[in-house]
Every structure is written in structure tokens, then in C-alpha cells.
């Protein structure tokens, strides 16, 4: 899948009190459903004092992206009351690769399932807009080892195409590199050749 997909522009939380209940939404982007998942957990760990914290994410799942995972749990709220409209958002948007989780905080005075419906929409909304919505393209890793002689080739292609990377220098040059999907056949094959094919790539 190398189309462009909606996702959120980065982290982000908003907060609000509906008759004594506190609502905390949570959203972020993410790569994977491991990172998705991962996020829920620490979520739920950092606020285990909460009341419910109910998770919701769409991810592009498999080597091509061709699957798009959903999950989402009401956390013991009544059946279809909260995870069910939190996912509900994601889709209505369009967002694909973000993860959402919604504190609660009870209150005291039960919502309904009516109320608790349009609390958890809400939080999700509000986090996404202050998160706000970019185009992103779907991106891979890869990673490239290589001896020191070759390691200021390399670093100089990444930098060139602007490319987000991480290096790691030890007996050998490991980088770490994030690249769009439609690109990255072409940057194996130019650092195979700008390194006349010394470089290890994975």
C-alpha cells in the first residue's frame, strides 16, 4: 500500500467534566499494531487509579499494509457505550495508523448509555482536533550495515534525501531508517551501488 492515508499530526490530550465525571482522551500516532497496543498498556498502567480506560485504534496491519486492524473495548462500560464510539470517530475521520484511549473518572451520577455515548465521542473528537489531521504516506524500515569507510557514503544519501534515520557506531555502522514505501526500493539499490554493494541491508 503506498497510498496517502489520514492520521493525526502527533500526541495529544483533552479534557472535560460531564456531571462529576471526568473525561481524559488520549491520541497518538502509530506504525503498528504493537505500538498501538503498547500505548493502550502504558495508558491503562499510568492511570490504573482510573475508573475505565477505554482504547480504540485503526491500524494498517500486514508487509503491504493491505489489512486494516480495528480494535476497540467498552473496559466495563455498558456493552457498545464507549469503545464502539470511539472507533466510531476514527472511521467517520477517515484516520488510519492512531491509537486513542479515554480516561473516565466516575463521578458519582450514572450517564446513561446515551450520555456516556456522546462523553466518549466527545473526548475522541477533542483530541483529535488538538492533535490536528495530516496526509501521511506510508512509510517502511530497513536496516543498513556497513564498515566506517562507508558509513560518511551512507550518512551523506540519508541527509540528501532528508530521510528520518538513526545510526549507531560501534565495530561497524548500523542505521536505522524510516522511508516512504514507493521510494525504498530505489535507496537500497543506491546505496548498494554508491558502496559497490558492501552494505549489509535488512
Known amino acids: 500500500m503506498t497510498d496517502p492515508y489520514r492520521t493525526v499530526a502527533g500526541n495529544a490530550t483533552a479534557g472535560f467534566v460531564v456531571r462529576g465525571s471526568e473525561f481524559v482522551g488520549r491520541v497518538r500516532p502509530v506504525d503498528s499494531v504493537e505500538a498501538a497496543e503498547a500505548f493502550v498498556e502504558r495508558v491503562r498502567e499510568e492511570y490504573a487509579d482510573a475508573t475505565h480506560n477505554v482504547p480504540a485504534y485503526r491500524v494498517r496491519a500486514g508487509t ?99 530521510l528520518e534515520f538513526d545510526a549507531e557506531y560501534e565495530q561497524r555502522v548500523s542505521f536505522s531508517v524510516r522511508v516512504p514505501v514507493d521510494e525504498a526500493e530505489a535507496l537500497r539499490d543506491r546505496i548498494k551501488s554508491a558502496t559497490s554493494g558492501r552494505a549489509a541491508i535488512e
Open 64 to 162: 503491504d499494509g493491505e489489512l486494516l486492524r480495528e480494535y476497540a473495548t467498552d473496559d466495563g462500560e455498558p456493552t457498545g457505550s464507549a469503545g464502539k464510539p470511539a472507533l466510531n470517530v476514527l472511521q467517520g475521520r477517515e484516520l488510519e495508523n492512531v491509537a486513542v484511549v479515554v480516561t473516565r473518572y466516575y463521578g458519582g451520577t450514572n450517564l446513561g448509555v446515551g450520555g456516556l455515548v456522546r462523553a466518549y465521542s466527545r473526548a475522541v473528537k477533542e483530541a483529535v482536533n488538538a492533535a490536528g489531521v495530516v496526509e501521511e504516506r506510508p512509510h517502511e524500515r530497513f536496516a543498513i550495515d556497513v564498515a566506517y569507510d562507508d558509513s560518511g557514503t551512507v550518512r551523506g544519501i540519508l541527509e540528501s534525501e532528508d
